[in-house]
Structures are given as structure tokens and as C-alpha cells.
């Protein structure tokens, strides 16, 4: 009964959506009482019936109910209560039904934390965000139920949870990246009601800023976290692949963070209105297109979604509607001037303009080089490419690299006109400093300097420089002027630390494959290596073969285990990585082929300061939510 | 000129000079970097030189994988049941690296027919078939 439950309550869901998507904005423009419906009290009716639905199909994976479809593709009896719950989100049916519950927990937060001064705009965004759960919600229904039933005679047992998805990262990585996706709605929203109803730039920027800082703080950690998976669990050691589905991650990422800096100047200068309106729409946009991507099957990704191009043409579809739909309001309505001081190029708007620009830039070239293969074969009659990671690794430095050169100034720029650029000599100093104490650090742990990191540790320690701006207020003040600017000090070290992560594992990892017996040793950087013992194991639902190797230098020694495991149900191998993790490196080796009897290949990495890289992800996110609550305080 | 002039016409340089840099960025790096599929029967009479790199696939054939136990080399043949092609690799197969499984290999075609492989892509998902290997066996069809 459960399931059927569940389906019914999201098909009345989808009629309650529906009246929500239109009423609220009927009674606005016929200005007739009848229509007007009790939205708050609607949108907690939605909460209510999506989460019920939600769980519904949580209780179908607790009870290894297998004639659920869904069910049965995805878990197995002999997998461990905890995979079985966060397998409801480990395929495309189930993750959809969370981004819905994401969208109406993001709507909710919204009415609740946000004073709107116009009643009218309030219902708008509500009537709009009802439109986009509306035409999520008939998605799944139509192209993707969760709750469909295998009937009369259901299978005894599972296909299992894909054996890469079972592990506590792939837990919380799709529920982080699916709110910060479906967070977007609501700039979306706000935007599309700013122009319905021509509200002050200075206004509706204030109300979309908290909102935008919050979703990109989760893309960020869904992002990061994805990455970190990806490192220790595909049993590579990489930690970015260039793959369509991160771009598709990446791209409105880059967009949300264009659209809050933008919204800063929005908000305080009145400048920039339409272009963060449009900034809006698109950010959305690309997270739709994102999910099209990678659930259609069209492009080539290591993301394997069950795939169907009937669903790819229905998220087309949604995406056309909202993105027409709201650029022909764009394009119909007249706006209101707003009264806007004049800036010079020295300015902190000029600063904005300029890393929106690049930031914009820079998410089009990606998304380009992303379906650039769609493009080509549909130009060439069926030809096929793919292109290689270069492409992005050459896009992304320059542009990188002018970002980071603009925001180590970004924080001494002032409104209107800068009116000294003194700063510079110290800002100079100052990183130059911290870049010949980084490089006594590197050539201290690592014996070695490499030109080819230069670029990147001296543009992380200008943008810490240009943060903390140590030299600027030698007082003690100083305190107070950082607890002032605590997120933003707290988002910008952490792209510095993420920069300067990104710089050194690129420089410094050294790996090697080479093929070892029981009791072998060899030397690899500063470590001497052993291959101990091979032995086998049992888990719930899989066996392997783990080797247990011993890792050890001058100060420790470490013993880490790496395994080659089967999966049972369905057969699949997995390798598990054996990471020792120090400060300023990991030690990583993972297990290869079994050549002959107790002949085993093996990979062996040292990468130092990985860790960095999400250490990084992690203050740029904290940095980013802490804006954001503030900025819901003050509203 | 007034301010607002000004103001939009450094906007526009800015705008200008960006779309440009990108451009040129995007047309020397792609061309650079796109790496084209051949099937095995296409790749008998594709003109290739041996430093382009490009890409080619389809099912691992049989009792064609051959590792050498001393070195990381390995050979193999895929075929899209018309042509075959041997493939050689020196390194570590991913996971899901069987036969009769779909594969795609990115590297060089040599002088004597054969595929010098650099990588082999791996997906994680047992079931999983690349687009260009399913549209191969598709057509077969």
C-alpha cells in the first residue's frame, strides 16, 4: 500500500502545485478577492505532501519492498540499512523526488525569513516557484514514477545499489548538490516578479542576495564533496575530471557567484539591475540544462543515469518554457530608471562589471567545450568527438589567473571612484613575503621547487594578502574591521588555500605502477614502501582481496590496506584506495590486476596538499552561508 | 562626453576584449583538443598519422586480453563485428574492463594497424555503454 500511497500523494501534489502556480497571480491582476488563496498555508500543504511521498519510498528501501521497480533496481536485501536509506536518492527516480522536496524546502525559508514590503510580490515568486515544482512534479510522474510497481510476480531479491555509491560521501553529496541546484529557483523566481511588478533594483536585490549566497554555498559543498568521492573512491587519486556532469555542476557554480557579486552592486548602487536579472534566469537555467545533460544520455559521462531520451526532451522542454517565458517578459517590459551615479573605471562597480565578465566568460567557454560533441555531430552527420580535458585546463588558467589578480585588489576599491591605489606598493610587499616564506615551506618538505607552480602560489598569497589586508589598519582596530568583513574574509582565504592546493598537487604528485609479491619493498620519494601480506575478506554484500602495505619514512611508519572488491549481487569490482593522509600530503596506493597467483599490480601516488583543495571548498561554502544568514538578519 | 557615456563605453571595451580573448582561447584549444571516434572499420581507412591523438571503441573481444605478468603491457582486440582492432596499453585496466564489454580507448593509431592506447575510459556502472559503442552495435542491427 505504501507506494501507492506515496503516488497519490504526489499527484495531489501536482493539482495543488498547479493552483498555486496561477491563482495567487490571478487574484494579483484582476485584482478580484476570490482567487486569493492562504499561500503560506499552501506551501506547508506542498512541504507536507512531498515529504510524505518522499518518505514513503525511504520506508519501501527500509522494507526491501522489491515490486517497487525503483526499489528493486537500486537496493538489495544484503545491503547495510544506511545504503538502503541513502539509496532512495542513488538513481534518477528517487533524486528527482528529493530536488522537489529541495525546491519546496527552499520556498519555505523564503516566505518565512523574507519580509517583502509588497504582498503582491510575495505571492508572485510563490505562484512562480509553484510553476517550476509543478513542472518538476509531472516530470516524475509522467517519464519517471519511483512508485511503480513490478506486478503480479515481483523479484525475490535487489540488483543492488551501484557498489561506487556505497559509501558514506555519496550519503550527503547528492542531497548537498540537489539544494544547491534547486536553490536557484529562487532568484529565479524573485527576478521574473522584480520585473512583473517593476520593484526598485536596490529592493529586490536585497531580498535575492541571502537566497543566492545560500545555494551557492551548497553547490560549493556538493561540488567539493563530489570531487573528494570521486578521489578516494574511483581509486585513481583524481580529483577532477573535466567530466560533462561536473561542468554541469561547475557552470551555474561560476553563474551564482557572478550573480551575488553582481547583487552586492545591485543592492548598494542601484547598478547592474537588468544584467542581474538575466544573470538570474541564466544561472537557473544552466542548472536545468545540467540536469538534461546528464539524464538524457546525450553526452558521454561517467555518471550513469538509466537513460532516456523521452526525458531528455521532456527537461528540454521545462527549460524552454521557463527560459523564453521569462526572457519575453524581459524583453516586453519597460523598465523603470533607476537613478544611478556615475562611476569611473577605478571603481568598485567597474571591479564587479569586471569579474562578472570573466566569471561569465568563463562558464560559457566551459559549457561550450562541454556540448561542443553535440554540436559537432550534429554538423558533421553523426561524426563523433569528445574533448579532452586541455581544452578546459587552457581555458580556465588565464581567466583564473585575472580573477585572482582582481580580487586581491577587489577589497581596497571604493564606490564610485578609488581614489588612491597607495595600496598596491604594501599589497605587493605583503605577498611577496608570504610567497618566499611558501617556497621556503615547499623546498623544506619537498626538497624541490617547480617553476611551473609559481603562478598559481603567487596569486594565492596575493589574494590572502588583498584580504587580510594586514598592513592597512596596524592598530587595534584590526579585529573589528575583520569581524566586519568575517564572510567575506572567510570565502576569499579559502579560494586562496583552494588555489594554492590546486597549484601544488598539480606540480608535485608523483605516481607509479608497478606489479609486486607478498613481501616486496621499494622506494618512492622519500618512502620506502612494502607490500606485506594479500589476504581475503568478507563484507555484507561483497568479498575481496585486501593487501595489506606499509608505507614508512624517517618520522613514521603507517600501515594502510587497499582492496579489489566483488560485489556479489551484481558481480561488479571496486577497488578501494588505501589513502594515509599527513598535513601536507597523501600517501595513496591502489590495488591493479591479479597477473599471476600472488602477482599483483599496483598504483602508488604521493600528492601533496590535496587536502587543501577542499579545505578551501569548505571556507569558500562556510564564508558564503555565513554572508547569506547575515544578510537574512538584516532583512 | 558625460559620465554615463563614459561608463558604458569602458563596460563595452571590457565586453569587447573579454569575447575576444575567450574566443581566440576557445578555437586554439579546441582544435587542439577534440579527439575523434573511429570505429574499427572506419579506422582501416581513416588517414591518421601516429602523433594524432584520437579515439576509438567497441567490444573487447573474447579471449583477446593478453597480460604480460612481468611488465604492466596488455593487448587486446575490439571489434564492432565487421573489423577488428588490436589495441595495446601499458598500465593498469579500470574495474570495469571486461570482455564483452564495451570500451573506449583514447591514443594513436600506428603505422602497422595497431592502437597504441594511453587511456582507457572506465565508467562506473556495470551496465553502462558508451554512446559511441551502442550506437556501433545499434546499427549492426
Given amino acids: 500500500m505504501t507506494p501507492e500511497i506515496g503516488h497519490i500523494l504526489l499527484i495531489v501534489f501536482l493539482v495543488l502545485s498547479f493552483a498555486g502556480g496561477f491563482l495567487p497571480l490571478t487574484s494579483v491582476y484582476l485584482k478580484n478577492q476570490t482567487f486569493e488563496i492562504p499561500i503560506k ?54 533524486s528527482l523526488l528529493l530536488w522537489i522536496l529541495a ?46 510497481r513490478i506486478l503480479p510476480i515481483p523479484p525475490l531479491n535487489g540488483a543492488d545499489l551501484n557498489p561506487s555509491l556505497q559509501d558514506i560521501a555519496f550519503t550527503i553529496h547528492p542531497p548537498l548538490l540537489y539544494f544547491g541546484y534547486s536553490g536557484l529557483m529562487i532568484p529565479f523566481a524573485i527576478a521574473v516578479a522584480a520585473m512583473l511588478f517593476n520593484v526598485d533594483t536596490k529592493e529586490w536585490a536585497a531580498y535575492s542576495r541571502p537566497w543566492t549566497l545560500l545555494s551557492c554555498s551548497f553547490l560549493t559543498l556538493g561540488i567539493a564533496l563530489g570531487s573528494w568521492w570521486a578521489y578516494y573512491e574511483l581509486g585513481w587519486g583524481g580529483w577532477w575530471f573535466w567530466d560533462p556532469v561536473e561542468n554541469a555542476a561547475f557552470v551555474p557554480w561560476l553563474l551564482s557567484v557572478a550573480l551575488f557579486h553582481s547583487l552586492i552592486a545591485s543592492q548598494s548602487r542601484s547598478v547592474f539591475g537588468k544584467w542581474s536579472i538575466l544573470l538570474s534566469i541564466f544561472a537557473f537555467a544552466t542548472s536545468l540544462l545540467g540536469t538534461f545533460l546528464v539524464r538524457s544520455g546525450i553526452l558521454t559521462s561517467v555518471h550513469a543515469f538509466a537513460l532516456d531520451p523521452e526525458r531528455g526532451v521532456f527537461i528540454l522542454g521545462i527549460l524552454g518554457f521557463f527560459v523564453i517565458g521569462s526572457l519575453l517578459i524581459y524583453s516586453l517590459k519597460d523598465f523603470k530608471k533607476d537613478e544611478v551615479k556615475p562611476y569611473q573605471l577605478s571603481s568598485k562597480e567597474f571591479g564587479f562589471l569586471l569579474n562578472n565578465l570573466l566569471l561569465v566568460i568563463l562558464a560559457v567557454s566551459i559549457l561550450f567545450g562541454t556540448i561542443f560533441p553535440l ?37 581596497y576599491l571604493s564606490w564610485g571612484v578609488t581614489s588612491s591605489f597607495n595600496f598596491l606598493q604594501r599589497l605587493t610587499l605583503e605577498s611577496v613575503s608570504l610567497f618566499g616564506i611558501i617556497l621556503l615551506v615547499l623546498f623544506i618538505l619537498f626538497d624541490n621547487l617547480y617553476l ?32 566586519k568583513r568575517l564572510a567575506v574574509t572567510f570565502a576569499h582565504v579559502g579560494m586562496a588555500i583552494l588555489v594554492l592546493g590546486v597549484g601544488v598537487v598539480t606540480s608535485y604528485s608523483i605516481e607509479k605502477e608497478l606489479i609486486l609479491t607478498p613481501g616486496d619493498e621499494f622506494e618512492f620519494g622519500d618512502q620506502k614502501i612494502t607490500f606485506q601480506s594479500i589476504e581475503d575478506t568478507l563484507g555484507p554484500n561483497y568479498f575481496s582481496k585486501s593487501a595489506n602495505i606499509i608505507f614508512e619514512d624517517e618520522k613514521d611508519i603507517s600501515s594502510v590496506v587497499t582492496e579489489k572488491r566483488t560485489y556479489t549481487p551484481s558481480g561488479q569490482l571496486t577497488t578501494e584506495a588505501g589513502i594515509v593522509t599527513e ?53 | 562626453m558625460n559620465p554615463i557615456r563614459k561608463q558604458r563605453l569602458y563596460a563595452l571595451i571590457a565586453v569587447l576584449i573579454g569575447s575576444l580573448v575567450a574566443t581566440w582561447l576557445v578555437v586554439s584549444a579546441l582544435s587542439e583538443n577534440m579527439n575523434l571516434f573511429y570505429s574499427p572499420t572506419e579506422i582501416k581507412d581513416a588517414k591518421v598519422d601516429e602523433v594524432t591523438l584520437i579515439r576509438a571503441g567497441g567490444m573487447v573481444k573474447e579471449d583477446s586480453i593478453i597480460k604480460d605478468t612481468r611488465t604492466l603491457n596488455v593487448t587486446f582486440t575490439v571489434t564492432d563485428y565487421q573489423n577488428d582492432l588490436e589495441i595495446n596499453y601499458e598500465g593498469i585496466l579500470p574495474d570495469l574492463f571486461a570482455e564483452n564489454a564495451g570500451v573506449v580507448v583514447r ?34 542491427l
Avoid at chain 1, 396 to 401: D, E, M, N
Wanted: net charge neutral; hydrophobic share 50%.
Fill in chain 1, 103 to 148: 525546491m519546496n524546502a527552499w520556498l519555505i525559508s523564503f516566505m518565512f525569513l523574507t519580509k517583502c514590503s509588497d504582498k503582491n510580490f510575495t505571492n508572485a515568486v510563490f505562484s512562480i516557484s509553484c510553476q517550476v515544482m509543478f513542472s518538476f512534479c509531472l516530470f516524475t510522474l509522467l517519464t519517471s514514477n519511483p512508485f511503480e
Fill in chain 1, 452 to 483: 611551473s607552480s609559481f603562478a598559481t602560489i603567487f596569486l594565492a598569497c596575493w589574494i590572502v594578502a588583498g584580504t587580510l589586508q594586514v598592513s592597512k589598519k596596524r592598530n587595534l582596530n584590526y579585529w573589528n574591521f575583520l569581524k
Fill in chain 1, 375 to 411: 554540436i559537432y555531430e550534429a554538423a558533421t552527420n553523426g561524426k563523433q568527438i569528445s574533448v579532452g580535458a586541455p581544452y578546459f585546463e587552457i581555458i580556465l588558467f588565464p581567466f583564473a589567473l585575472a580573477l585572482g589578480l582582481l580580487q586581491g585588489i577587489a577589497l
Fill in chain 1, 583 to 635: 598535513p601536507f600530503q597523501d600517501l595513496y596506493i591502489s590495488m591493479g590486476d591479479n597477473l599471476e597467483a600472488d602477482i599483483w599490480s599496483f598504483k602508488v601516488q604521493i600528492k601533496p596538499f590535496i587536502r587543501w583543495i577542499w579545505l578551501g571548498a569548505l571556507l569558500i561554502a562556510f564564508g558564503s552561508m555565513l554572508a547569506g544568514f547575515n544578510r537574512i538578519q538584516r532583512s
Fill in chain 1, 41 to 94: 498555508k499552501l506551501a506547508f500543504s506542498l512541504f507536507l505532501l512531498i515529504f510524505l511521498s518522499f518518505l514513503s519510498l525511504v520506508y519501501s528501501f527500509l522494507i526491501d519492498d522489491f515490486s517497487v521497480a525503483y526499489v528493486s533496481q537500486n537496493s538489495n536485501t544484503n545491503l547495510p540499512f544506511y545504503y538502503k536509506f541513502a539509496a532512495t536518492w542513488g538513481a534518477h527516480e528517487g
Fill in chain 2, 107 to 140: 591514443g594513436n593509431l600506428k603505422k602497422d594497424g595497431t592502437f597504441k592506447a594511453i587511456e582507457v575510459l572506465a565508467k562506473h556502472d556495470e551496465n553502462y555503454m558508451p554512446p559511441e559503442v551502442a550506437k556501433l552495435i545499434n546499427e549492426d
